[in-house]
């Protein structure tokens, strides 16, 4: 007999979206290294975005998005609907109008035709026209979110071993059996391994993944917007943005590393070149540190986008990302239990930025591995063999693969 009959590791909004649907029916340990839902996503902004990071997904962002909703107001979890906007440059408006041709939750709207235009775009800001999401986009804060998905677990039976390090996937005739712990060895029918950035070193003797890190970074400005201020982004600064609900702006800058597009800053920093890179490329010094990127963005290039934007004096609060996220060669996730990995091993890992507003999708999509329960939306585009490699030094895909058509 098997001590549990699958055991989650991470509780990431990953491990505890595939703990849930699990339990429904099965016994389920939820291990992480650090406290319960202590790691990328408990420094997550919480925009939902979904129609936008994952546009060839629509039966995925339906079937998560719609949780959201439904959960909105049960417990502590405020979510709340609003659009979400892309200003468009003269050049980007041939993408723009394939975009709105393309998606079905998106329109191109020209100044008059959006109402909250002036209240939302500096008057010399670069656009000429606007595309406007206004269905399954929202924003909640993951200080509510992680505990709403943690009390639900516990309420299907959960069970949690927080600081506790899982050590190794054990594998015996090709089956997976259980973990190695830092403290002892636990038996299990099947491992979900949704372990974040730690999925690649902790799988690397068993399945070896094309995972590697990347951060961001955030501020938040003191700025007394006003009510109904919609969400954004803009591709070519990497930036996007939310208002909070007390009115701030929080606005968050991707971090790049390998590549030559990366913040101007940061690349002169790094060039400087006076730090050890760790193996996967990510150099531990930029793991606490608020990159000047965005301080240079908000002192010099958002105050010529946004209206109400002055200077990043105005940021009450800095966040970075100490534990990392974790991309893909495509920027999209791997939700698989591939063939070339031992029986019984699921792996939900390499979210790049876009892992809250999925929360719910992952673990219908683990399930479906685990159980006869049909997948909800077409699986296939997250399995592992559509790479071809399965290193960690692939080049880093753009933040949203729309973003090609804007260009
Ligand atoms: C600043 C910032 C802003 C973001 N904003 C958004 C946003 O607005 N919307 C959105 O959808 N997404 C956003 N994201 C991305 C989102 O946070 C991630 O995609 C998501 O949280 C990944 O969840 P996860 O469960 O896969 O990983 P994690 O939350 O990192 O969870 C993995 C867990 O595994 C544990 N672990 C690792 N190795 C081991 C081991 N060997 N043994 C035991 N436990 C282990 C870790 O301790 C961790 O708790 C943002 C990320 C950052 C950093």
Not at 36 to 55: E, K, Q, W
Not at 106 to 128: A, G, Q
Not at 139 to 150: A, C, E, F, I, R
Not at 208 to 216: A, D, E, Q, S
Request: glycine letters at 8%.
């Amino acid at each position: 007999m098997t001590d549990y009959d699958v055991i989650v590791i991470g509780s990431g909004v990953s491990g505890l979206s595939s703990a849930w649907h699990m339990a429904e029916d099965h016994d389920v340990l939820v291990i992480d290294a650090d406290a319960i839902g202590n790691g990328t996503s408990s420094r997550a902004s919480g925009v939902i975005m979904t129609p936008i990071d994952y546009p060839e997904w629509p039966e995925w962002t339906q079937h998560a998005v719609e949780w959201f909703e439904k959960l909105d107001g049960r417990g502590v979890l405020d979510y709340t609907e609003r659009e979400y906007v892309r200003g468009v440059r003269p050049e980007e408006v041939e993408g723009a109008e394939e975009v709105a041709e393309r998606d079905e939750w998106v329109t191109l709207r020209d100044p008059d035709d959006y109402y909250k235009w002036d209240d939302t775009f500096d008057e010399d800001s670069p656009y000429e026209k606007v595309l406007v999401w206004d269905e399954y986009t929202g924003y909640l804060d993951v200080d509510q979110w992680l505990p709403t998905l943690q009390h639900m677990c516990v309420k299907r039976g959960v069970e949690f071993r927080p600081d506790t390090t899982v050590e190794e996937v054990r594998v015996e005739g090709g089956e997976v059996v259980g973990v190695e712990t830092e403290y002892r060895t636990v038996d299990a029918d099947a491992v979900v391994a949704a372990a974040g950035s730690g999925t690649r070193p902790l799988l690397e003797d068993v399945l070896p993944l094309p995972i590697r890190k990347f951060v961001w970074n955030v501020a938040y400005l003191d700025i007394g917007l006003p009510d109904d201020y919609p969400m954004g982004g803009d591709a070519q600064e990497e930036i996007y943005w939310r208002p909070t609900r007390d009115n701030q702006l929080l606005i968050g800058i991707e971090h790049h590393y390998g590549e030559e597009d990366r913040p101007r800053e940061r690349r002169e920093q790094d060039d400087r070149g006076d730090q050890e890179a760790e193996p996967d490329g990510i150099r531990s010094d930029h793991h606490m540190e608020v990159g000047p990127g965005l301080e240079q963005l908000l002192n010099e290039d958002v105050p010529n986008l946004l209206n109400h934007v002055e200077t990043a004096d105005d940021a009450v609060r800095w966040e970075v990302c100490p534990m990392a996220d974790s991309t893909t060669p495509d920027a999209k996730p791997i939700i698989d239990a591939p063939e070339e990995g031992p029986d019984d091993l699921v792996v939900a890992a390499g979210f790049h930025g876009a892992g809250v507003m999925a929360t719910k999708s992952i673990g219908a999509a683990v399930r479906s591995y685990l159980t006869d329960d049909e997948c909800p939306f077409p699986r296939d585009p997250m399995k592992l063999d559509r790479f071809d490699t399965r290193d960690t030094d692939f080049e880093f895909a753009p933040m949203t693969s729309w973003q090609e058509h804007m260009k």
